[in-house]
């Protein structure tokens, strides 16, 4: 049974940092892209950063070029999301997303499985 798993939010104030954490099961990143995407209140889903089952990134949000970071850990079948330098515009929940096409698909809809997600708060 496929399973991700996020964890890692929480509240942080403005400039801080978190590393949230996609812990998968039932799949393996040598096979799955895994995208991290986050909804604010009030407004739609967007994607963040994806990782391809090749280890290629992709950046869907211009909002966090230079801030965030993907990566992965294959041996732990965990992929990570780092984020500094938060700011208030980053509150959301986030949530990470497999994709059994293996790469970074520009269409959310290429994403079937799902995780709970996980809120971050950046506020002082």
């Known amino acids: 049974q496929l399973q991700l798993v996020e964890s890692g939010g929480g509240l942080v104030q403005p400039g801080g940092s978190l590393r949230l954490s996609c812990a998968a099961s039932?799949?393996?990143?040598?096979?799955?892209?895994i995208g991290w995407f986050r909804q604010a209140p009030g407004k739609e889903r967007e994607g963040v950063l994806c990782i391809s089952r090749r280890g290629e990134y992709r950046n869907y949000a211009d909002s966090v070029k230079g801030r965030f970071t993907i990566s992965r850990d294959i041996a732990k079948n965990t992929v990570y999301l780092q984020m500094n330098s938060l700011n208030a515009e980053d509150t959301a929940i986030y949530y990470c997303?497999?994709?059994?096409?293996?790469?970074?698909?520009?269409?959310?809809?290429?994403?079937?499985?799902w995780g709970q997600g996980t809120q971050v708060t950046v506020s002082s």
């Open positions: 997303a497999a994709s059994r096409w293996g790469y970074c698909s520009s269409s959310m809809q290429s994403f079937g499985s």
């Open positions: 039932g799949l393996s990143l040598d096979d799955y892209a």
